[in-house]
């Protein structure tokens, strides 16, 4: 059984860098078979994909985030992880990490972690 | 950017059929998906490539896509199908989401 768990601060100050981290088990993010992804989730809000990362360290991001945001892999540790510089307010959100499938046109996310609730506030 | 929308509430009555469409420009071009996420936990999927159920999902949940709509089709809708629902689908490798719809049972 896949599982995927995040951690990281609860609480980060305006201008500074969010990390977190995505453990998997069940699985290997060295898989050639699926991305390895982040989606957020403000409070009472829609769901906002951020980026994903492949084995080969290839990476695509959301243009929304506007360059401030970085995916690692770290096959070590069989993690994943997110750095968003230069957060504000508007990046308070509950993040997870998700497996993303991939094919002819189509992505899609089959696994999802349970998910971890961020706060950008001094 | 490409945008999904989606009707931000639908009501069904228990044993119904539910319909919940997703629209985005010439979405029947490609495959998508559909996500439950009731409150307090994580999106679930329920429908991948257009109207592929995962294991463990129930048979009424079905899902189709043509021209520019993809819908999601819960047939005799119980109360544990209180959710919100999302699209998803996606433009230059880049994964979309709709708005979302809250889908009451009553």
């Known amino acids: 059984q896949v599982h995927l768990q995040e951690s990281g601060p609860g609480l980060v100050k305006p201008s500074q860098t969010l990390s977190l981290t995505c453990t998997v088990s069940?699985?290997?993010?060295?898989?050639?078979?699926?991305?390895w992804s982040w989606i957020r989730q403000p409070a009472g809000k829609g769901l906002e994909w951020l980026g994903r990362?492949?084995?080969?360290?290839?990476?695509n991001y959301n243009p929304s985030l506007k360059s401030r945001g970085t995916i690692l892999l770290d096959t070590s540790k069989n993690q994943f992880s997110l750095n968003l510089s230069s957060v504000t307010a508007a990046d308070t959100a509950i993040y997870y990490c998700?497996?993303?499938?991939?094919?002819?046109?189509?992505?899609?996310?089959?696994?999802w972690g349970k998910g971890t609730t961020v706060t950008v506030s001094s | 950017s490409y945008e999904l929308t989606q009707a931000p509430s639908v009501s069904v009555s228990p044993g119904q059929t539910a319909s919940i469409t997703c629209s985005g420009d010439?979405?029947?071009?490609?495959?998508a998906s559909w996500y439950q996420q009731r409150p307090g936990q994580s999106p679930l999927l329920v429908i991948y490539?257009?109207?592929k159920r995962p294991s463990g999902i129930p048979e009424r949940f079905s899902g189709s896509n043509s021209g520019n709509t993809a819908t999601l089709t819960i047939s005799g809708t119980q109360a544990m199908d209180e959710a919100d629902y999302y699209c998803?689908?996606?433009?230059?490798?880049?994964?979309?989401f709709g708005g979302g719809t809250k889908l009451t049972v009553l």
């Open positions: 490539q257009n109207n």
């Open positions: 990362i492949y084995r080969s360290g290839i990476t």
């Open positions: 010439k979405l029947g071009n490609q495959y």
């Open positions: 069940g699985d290997s993010v060295t898989s050639d078979s699926y991305y």
């Open positions: 998700a497996r993303e499938n991939f094919g002819y046109a189509y992505y899609y996310m089959d696994v």
């Open positions: 998803q689908a996606w433009d230059r490798s880049t994964v979309v």
